[in-house]
C-alpha cells in the first residue's frame, strides 16, 4: 500500500499551518518571506497527495474544511512535539536553551514601551535571546495557552474581558483610552474628550465575532453614563479602523498604543476618567529568566 504521508516534508506542514492560522495565503506568504505562488502550489500538493481538499475558497477568503481543521490540529501537535525533542537533545549536550518567547499585538507601538525593557534586560543578561513575534490578539491567546510563547503584551481591555483561565496578569503603561477621527471631525479641536462626547458621533468598531472585548468595553462604557454607543461599521480587526471613517462625524476608540494614533489623516485625543494600558500576562514564571524578565518590568514600573 502505498504511504502518501511519506512525501509530506517540515516545511509543507509548516506552510498549511501558517496558511490556517493567517487566513489567507498572502499573510503566510509575508510571515515566511516566501512568495504567495510559494504556498499555493505547497497547499494543492498536500491535497493531491492526501487526496483531500484542506480550503474552501469563498471570495478569496480561506475556510478550512473539516478534514483541514482535523490536520492542522494534528499537525501542531507533531510541529510542537519536534520542536520540543530539538530542546531535549541539546539539553543532553549541555546546551540548555537560553531564550525567551515573547508575543506583542500586531497593532500595537510596543517599541514604544518594550524596548528600553528587552535592552535592559540584554545588559544584564546578554546571554539569553529574546524572540518577539507580532500577532493578532487571538493568536496570541492561543500560543500563549500552548505554551509557545512564555509572556505576551496586549492592550488591557482585552485581558479584562477574555475569560482566560490559569493565566498571571500585571497591567503597565497605564493610561486613558483614546478616542480617533478625521481632521474635519467638528469635535476636533477638543483637546480631552468626555465619554459623553461619544453620543454625537458614530462609532466604528471591531466586530464582536473577531474581538468580544472590544465591544464588550465599548457598550460597558457607554452604558455606565446612561447611552448606547452610535454603532455604524463593523471591521474585522483594529488594522481595518482607521480606513472605515468614512463621514466626518466617525471615531473609533482605541488606546494611546494604538499605532493610527500617529496618521497624518487622524486627530487622537484622550477621553477623561477611563482607563487603559498594556497588559503583560503570563502562565508560569517557572522558565529560566521569565521571572527576571518580568521583574525587571514591574520594579520599573514602581518607582
Not at 499555493?40 to 493531491?48: F, G, L
Not at 537533545?89 to 514604544?112: C, F, Q, T, Y
Not at 461619544?198 to 473577531?210: C, D, E, F, G
Amino acid at each position: 500500500m502505498k504511504n502518501e504521508y511519506m512525501n509530506l516534508s517540515f516545511y509543507q506542514m509548516w506552510y498549511f499551518i501558517c496558511a490556517m492560522e493567517l487566513g489567507s495565503y498572502s499573510k503566510a506568504s509575508q510571515k515566511l518571506n516566501v512568495t504567495q505562488s510559494a504556498i499555493s502550489k505547497t497547499i494543492q500538493n498536500i491535497e493531491q497527495n492526501l487526496q483531500v481538499q484542506l480550503f474552501a475558497r469563498e471570495k478569496n477568503i480561506l475556510v478550512p474544511t473539516e478534514a483541514g481543521k482535523s490536520l492542522y490540529r494534528s499537525w501542531k501537535d507533531v510541529i510542537s512535539a519536534m520542536q520540543e525533542s530539538v530542546e531535549v537533545a541539546r539539553r543532553h549536550m549541555g546546551g540548555d536553551i537560553k531564550k525567551l518567547n515573547i508575543g506583542v499585538l500586531d497593532i500595537h507601538k510596543s517599541e514604544a514601551y518594550l524596548w528600553e525593557y528587552m535592552e535592559k534586560f540584554r545588559e544584564q543578561y546578554p546571554g539569553v535571546g529574546l524572540d518577539i513575534e507580532s500577532e493578532r490578539p487571538e493568536i496570541l491567546h492561543r500560543q500563549l495557552m500552548e505554551n509557545e510563547l512564555d509572556v505576551i503584551f496586549t492592550v488591557r481591555y482585552d485581558m479584562e474581558r477574555s475569560g482566560l483561565d490559569g493565566n498571571h496578569v500585571a497591567f503597565i503603561k497605564e493610561t486613558p483610552l483614546t478616542v480617533c477621527m478625521r481632521t474635519d471631525h467638528p469635535l476636533r479641536d477638543k483637546d480631552v474628550w468626555t465619554v459623553e462626547d461619544l453620543k454625537t458621533s458614530n462609532l466604528v468598531v471591531i466586530s464582536a465575532l473577531h474581538l468580544p472585548s472590544y465591544q464588550s468595553m465599548l457598550m460597558d462604557l457607554c452604558r455606565m453614563h446612561g447611552f448606547l454607543p452610535n454603532i455604524v461599521y463593523n471591521v474585522n480587526n483594529a488594522s481595518s479602523l482607521v480606513y472605515n471613517l468614512h463621514e466626518k462625524n466617525d471615531v473609533f476608540i482605541c488606546d494611546r498604543y494604538h499605532k493610527d494614533t500617529d496618521c497624518l489623516h487622524i486627530v487622537s485625543r484622550p477621553i477623561a476618567d477611563t482607563h487603559s494600558g498594556v497588559a503583560m500576562v503570563w502562565r508560569k514564571n517557572d522558565k529560566q529568566y521569565l521571572r527576571e524578565f518580568l521583574n525587571l518590568i514591574r520594579n520599573d514600573e514602581q518607582r
